[in-house]
């Protein structure tokens, strides 16, 4: 008996815990990254479950099916097997029904009389079908009364998505029954809650729902598998060409050719150039292509070996090169022949083998140094299957796989910033790509959202993975940091903007206390972290934004967080001192005690203070009589206008323990109400207090406006600026808009007017031309140059 395959470590983990979850029937998944062995795992926990039942394996493809069928083969693990497909699935199947090394057919009841025959005895029966012919293997299951031990459905993100398309038939005992249902693959497709009921009403599958699919038994991801060295590293890899690039190469090959920039010659040269030059920096001898159709990856294959002749010597890699093409026409003879070229390139030299889709999803392709993708696959799913025959690890390859993108750039880098949504629909491959892989990539996405957070500093880079080549005169600096800002604004989310902003906060203070109306980075920051507390409560915050959050210490309960740190102070100061008579201003680790307790004790006095708390406090001898006086508040308040000139007192600011715009909140009050006799009323009067809260929020930004206009030597401050805690652009428009209404008043016309103030704002065009006429009158004109007479050129005559 042939023994079984040896297991990898993750291999055995994966096997162990599907026989766990399956042992009593059931329905559970695998999740593992391609090119990690799901097959071999899928042959192991088969014969483990079920060593005499029958085995059912569902796949995409004919292709697969042949290789699942080696597999099976190979690892001696079926008495006997039964193929139930035709030929009428994709038209570049890479194998056809004849290539088959077993019994095939498509006869319901021929499955019925194959499964009456089963004999426990003799060991495992294996059922391998295609996912179009499942419902044939179901009938023929149920005219026979037999279901299947163990059902494997591989490539299982084939069956979600619209419930009624001919895979989806393999979840239902009534199309084909079974005791347990194993679902793999490298790729879940998780649809969200509002795509699971289309418009008819009918149901939407996502993977993620166990009543289907199963609980995931075991997880192995793309991360995972090149940190253990089990996958190939990668990197992506952009060239660009210019269209005069691409048109030179183009006439030198073909001089009739179509040089139109949509024509399929010129995109072709682009590819071909991109390729050349990537093999050469890199040394790339084991290449697939993929093209949109089978007759364009014939005309690569055919044109190629030109397009590298006219390239100059230094610029083509080294050694002889063996061009492929494989469809689904050829034999398997044919193909067989193509891939051992890529395996062993001849002579020493590179191979390159082009196709459309015949050497994808699940194709058993030797290691390969670099793939090509020339043009945009039709989905996410796509791209990683793609990616996956680059990483398979490549014991003869640099342990960098290369995924190489070309694109097809203007003449005039000016026209890369002058138009940018031509811009970015250039880099569509290179930007499906990414957003591809960092949904399976948990270090990419990590990298991509790092770098988008840093945008609002201008420190932003492309992550190492990812590798820009561009013509000379391209690479600016300028260019370079616009490619980068929207190859990361189109690959992550908004969200690592507001990120980035707390980041920085926190690396300034230590903490994510933001202070009401902070503005960093162009983020009302505040607000921000306020929809992050309300989002993480209602359950619509993702983990992995919980876990950033948390990484710098988050209060998803900022009162929570607070009290807990002042009874941690409150301790510690009882335990020093042995009492709670804390002074005026003391403050433990940027933490201020002393008014923490004076909150406390305000939060007593108004019955706001939990039970609990207040017995805390009770057992370290708290004195809950404790107030601030009148004369405490004011002290503060005289102290607050000798350092700053003013009362425009920033929310939560405290002095000398005293929280200072509470107190002068709690005296404006007193105020309203006729309650501060007329002597409290001067004292504060003469440190310039406004009785009015929006009279001093206004007197502060005006305050901002005039130290903008004292720096800057003029008010057109750019919009977002911060000014501080203030938007200076935003309200300087609404003091425009609140002149034009009558809602100003005559001092705050003045005061503004006094600054530079401009009412109405002119035009872009207007503003140029000012901007110009400026500029000339500030540069004295050159004196003009008088003609200098021919004779002035010759010396003067000897005197005599």
Not at 112 to 120: K, S
């Amino acid at each position: 008996m042939t023994p079984m395959p040896t297991l990898r470590g993750y291999q055995r983990e994966a096997v162990d815990a599907v026989v766990a979850a399956l042992a009593d029937g059931g329905r559970g998944q695998v999740r593992a990254a391609c090119g990690s062995g799901k097959s071999i795992v899928a042959v192991h926990a088969g014969v483990r479950l079920c060593p005499s039942g029958l085995v059912v394996v569902a796949v995409p493809s004919l292709t697969l099916l042949a290789q699942t069928l080696n597999v099976w083969v190979r690892a001696g693990a079926a008495a006997r097997v039964l193929a139930v497909c035709g030929d009428g699935g994709v038209a570049d199947e890479a194998v056809r029904v004849v290539d088959l090394t077993c019994p095939v057919t498509t006869d319901a009841a021929q499955i019925a009389g194959w499964a009456t025959q089963h004999d426990a005895a003799s060991g495992l029966s294996l059922v391998l079908v295609t996912h179009r012919s499942a419902d044939t293997v179901g009938r023929g299951l149920n005219a026979a009364g037999v279901a299947a031990d163990l059902l494997i459905v591989d490539e299982a993100h084939h069956t979600a998505g619209w419930a009624g398309k001919h895979g989806a038939l393999v979840h239902r005992d009534e199309h084909l029954p079974a005791r347990r249902r194993l679902y793999m693959s490298a790729t879940p497709r998780l649809l969200p809650a509002r795509l699971r009921t289309n418009g008819d009403g009918d149901d939407v599958l996502s993977m993620d729902e166990t009543a289907v699919f199963g609980p995931v038994c075991y997880t192995y991801s793309f991360a995972q598998a090149i940190s253990d060295g089990w996958l190939d590293d990668y990197r992506v890899l952009a060239i660009g060409v210019t269209s005069a690039q691409a048109l030179e190469m183009l006439r030198d090959l073909d001089p009739a050719a179509v040089v139109d920039a949509r024509a399929a010659p010129l995109r072709t040269v682009v590819v071909q150039t991109a390729l050349v030059r990537a093999a050469a920096e890199f040394g790339l001898r084991r290449v697939v292509v993929f093209t949109p159709r089978v007759q364009a990856s014939r005309e690569f294959a055919r044109t190629l070996p030109a397009a590298v002749e006219s390239l100059p010597a230094g610029e083509r890699p080294k050694g002889r090169l063996t061009v492929g093409h494989v469809d689904g026409t050829q034999s398997i003879t044919q193909r067989r022949l193509h891939l051992r070229r890529l395996a062993e390139p001849p002579e020493d030299g590179w191979t390159v083998l082009s196709n459309a889709r015949c050497l994808g999803e699940g194709v058993d392709v030797p290691a390969v140094d670099a793939i090509v993708l020339t043009a945009p696959k039709e989905s996410p799913v796509d791209v990683v299957q793609v990616v996956g025959r680059a990483v398979r690890r490549n014991p003869a390859g640099s342990g960098i796989a290369t995924i190489l993108l070309p694109v097809l750039l203007p003449d005039d880098p000016a026209d890369m910033t002058s138009d940018v949504a031509g811009t970015m629909t250039r880099w569509a491959t290179l930007l499906q790509t990414l957003r591809a892989l960092r949904a399976h990539d948990s270090a990419l996405a990590a990298d991509l959202d790092l770098q988008r957070a840093r945008t609002g500093t201008g420190a932003a880079e492309l992550p190492p993975r990812l590798l820009v080549r561009l013509p000379d005169g391209y690479a600016s600096e300028q260019l370079l940091r616009r490619l980068t800002v929207r190859v990361l604004e189109e690959t992550t989310p908004d969200w690592m903007v507001g990120y980035g902003a707390l980041r920085d906060f926190h690396a300034d203070h230590g903490h994510t206390r933001v202070p009401t109306g902070h503005l960093r980075q162009g983020v009302r920051l505040d607000r921000w972290v306020f929809r992050q507390r309300a989002d993480h409560k209602a359950g619509r915050l993702a983990q992995d934004r919980v876990d950033y959050l948390n990484a710098l210490g988050f209060h998803w309960e900022p009162r929570e967080g607070i009290w807990a740190r002042g009874l941690t102070y409150a301790r510690r100061f009882h335990a020093e001192h042995g009492h709670l008579h804390v002074p005026h201003g003391h403050v433990l680790d940027g933490f201020d005690l002393y008014n923490w307790l004076w909150q406390q004790r305000a939060a007593r006095r108004a019955g706001t203070l939990p039970a609990d708390r207040v017995a805390d406090l009770d057992a370290l001898g708290i004195d809950w009589s404790i107030r601030a006086s009148h004369h405490d508040g004011y002290a503060a308040a005289r102290r607050f206008h000798a350092e700053h000139g003013h009362l425009d007192v920033p929310f939560g600011h405290t002095v000398n323990g005293i929280d200072l715009y509470r107190w002068l909140s709690a005296r404006r009050v007193d105020y309203q109400k006729g309650a501060l006799s007329a002597e409290r009323v001067r004292a504060l009067e003469a440190l310039g207090i406004h009785w009015s809260i929006r009279e001093a929020a206004w007197q502060r930004n005006l305050a901002a406006a005039t130290a903008y206009y004292q720096r800057e030597g003029h008010l057109h401050p750019r919009k977002g600026h911060d000014g501080p805690g203030v938007d200076l652009a935003k309200w300087l428009s609404k003091q425009r808009a609140a002149r034009r209404a009558g809602a100003l008043t005559d001092p705050q016309i003045a005061a503004l007017d006094a600054i530079g103030m401009q009412w109405e704002i002119p035009s872009v065009r207007a503003r140029t031309r000012q901007v110009t006429a400026r500029r000339r009158a500030s540069t004295p004109d050159p004196a003009p140059a008088s003609p200098t007479p021919a004779h002035q050129n010759t010396p003067p005559p000897e005197q005599p």
